[in-house]
């Protein structure tokens, strides 16, 4: 019998995630996917105009195993532009098979096994869960409460301990829409240093931020030599099929994450990192627009959800909006989801699939609407959530 490092359906069959099973039920019934964050428009013309180009030219074979060296100049100029910080591009930068794959070698690289803790915010990602597993760790959620979903500072400082291994942190945050204070950040900085524990970013929503801009931990003081920071062109340049991340940080941690990748892809996407390559180029009116387009439509999401009568978590960044739906009389985020389509003919996730089953109470009525759909698609949605909903 395979044991799945227990990630198995209690049917003994590997269960689809939250995301692929309501995709599908949004594809079963014809309703609108607010559900899985992908969006619904291609994204800018240059960049895909590279990607052929690049298969024209023959960019066709296996790419070198850290990525081709003109995406890696590309990640650290993007960094260096942006952010301020140096890499080199040589040693600190290395190309994954999205931001997926770059958590999956970091932690399965950084981590010992059973002993060592992860501390992630709650609710998380659904693959880190998941990573934490594979690599035989602890899991130890802080969590991020309604309606802020900041965390509490006594909280985290009670997480970290000299067991931690890792402090897995993503901001902004999939799938509240926060953005981390100021000061979570430096305590964030300041328990690392204090119990030697790394620190690895998800920071796939870097550019889709509404107020203000990114602030990376690795650019903070002494960060830097303890952080690995991930990112990915899914969200940024909307080619999430294409599955380009990458990870940076000091050369040692990145070596240990490589040598976990290359046995995990080792390499993937080869004309579509010269694509990349040319998004993180493009001028920073891209950037900034492709911010306030989305800032756009949360608004519009936003608005649209509260006539329909939930409530509603303002979301600082990314792709998604919290919505409570205790107000049209969910009892279950989950059954409310599945019941969603017929209902309303709209397809949402339930944050009850972001967290340990111990808490799912914790969330119970809470519901993720994505925002990266075309403004059509996000007023009918909407209108049909006020009808029917
Ligand atoms: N992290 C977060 C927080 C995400 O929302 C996603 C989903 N795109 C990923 C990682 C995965 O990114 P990628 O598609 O680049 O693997
Ligand atoms: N990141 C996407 C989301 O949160 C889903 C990606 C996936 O399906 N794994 O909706």
Redesign the pocket.
Known sequence: MAAGAGLLGPDGRSAP?I??EMSALAARTGAINL????PDEDGPAPVLEAARAAIANGANQYPPGRGIPELREAIAEHQQRFYGLQLDPDRDVVVTAGA?EAIAAALLALVDGAGDEVVVFEPY???YAACVALAGATLVPVPLRWPDFQPDLDALRAAVTDRTRVILVNDPH??TGTVFDAQVRDEIVALAHRHDAIIVTDEVYEHLIFDGAHVPIATLPGAWERTVSISSGGKTFST?GWKIGWMSGPAPLVDAALAVKQFLTYVNGGPFQPAIAAGLRLPDTFFTGIADELRAKRDLLGAGLVAAGFAVSEPHGSYFTVADAAPLGAVDAGDFCRALPARAGVVA?PLTAFVTAAHRADYATLVRF?ACKRVGVIEEAARRLRVRG
Do not use: K
């Not at 559900?35 to 992908?38: L, R």
């Open positions: 995630t995301f692929a559900g899985q964050g992908f997926t990602y659904d693959s999939n799938p999430t996730i994505a």
